[in-house]
């Protein structure tokens, strides 16, 4: 009996990081006039010629607003889509309810992780007891955890994880460090400390929107991915884009070629680390 040869199987390539909404002023009222270009919806109709464009199998995508609903339908997109391979969605994790609202939702395989804004809430939020009781369940669903906070935050963001050893985070957008500003200290130490901590990994994502929107160069932008490549190396970084969100600053196709330029002296097999292999491993994406 003959058998059929198979040709090697080209590697995943994810977006670990993107968007889709609805817009209405009330829900997206963080987006400012100089970000008033994305005022209107975005569908994957939007961001699959992007995608063909730049060779991004698969993407992964966020929550931007903390509602169960918009969680819903951003399941309901991956369900009409098989490359958005899963969604980062919103429970009310600090409720009594918790556990029924994670029992249904994460009966959905598409449903990968959750997040809160904690960028908007005061530090102390990610010290709350209630809070904390919802965030320890997300492991034994086999669900990760995207930690969106600002530079300011990383030292009350590192006691939060601290307290959750076994659950997996992700870093969105490097804590948004002041790259406008050209600041480094002390959010690179931070950073290095967070690192540390083996259960937690670093999205390249979100860096085009801290730079000056109209003015930022490559240069601008090395300090900061250098600083997180030295902290969390190869093996535990993510490429994300944050689209639609980036688009106030860069093109989708110019956001992907600066994050191969960047990546360009690492090994092959770590430059597909960071462009697919750590997201479909961090959010099990089985393709």
Known sequence: MSQEIL?????LTVDAHQHFWSYTP???????????????????ADLAPLLLQTGID?????????????????????????????VVGWL????????????????????????????????????REDFNAGVSLLRH??????????????????QFVDRHPSQPFVLDHLAKPLIAAGTLEPWRANLRELARRPHVSCKLSGLVTEASFHAWAPADLRPYIESALEAFGPARLLFG???????????????????????????????QAILGGN???FYNLND
């Open 141 to 158: 669903h086999g669900l990760t955890y995207d930690l969106l906070v600002l530079e300011h935050q990383l030292p009350a963001a590192i």
């Open 92 to 127: 009310p994790l600090a409720d009594p309810a918790i556990q029924s609202f994670l029992d249904e939702a994460a009966a959905n395989p598409r449903l990968k992780g959750l997040r809160h804004i904690l960028q908007a809430e005061p530090d102390a939020y990610m010290l």
């Open 7 to 11: 040709a090697p199987r080209a590697p």
């Open 58 to 86: 698969r993407t992964v995508a966020v929550q931007a607003r903390q509602s169960i609903e918009e969680t819903n339908w951003l399941l309901s997109l991956a369900n009409e889509n098989d490359w958005i391979a899963g």
């Open 241 to 271: 884009s944050d689209w639609p969100v980036c688009t106030v600053a860069a093109t989708y196709p110019r956001w992907v070629q600066v994050i191969h330029q960047f990546i360009a002296e690492l090994s092959p097999h770590e430059q």
């Open 279 to 281: 997201a479909a491993s």
């Open 26 to 44: 009330a829900d997206f009222g963080w987006i400012s006039d100089p970000m008033a270009a994305i005022r209107r919806d975005f569908s994957p």
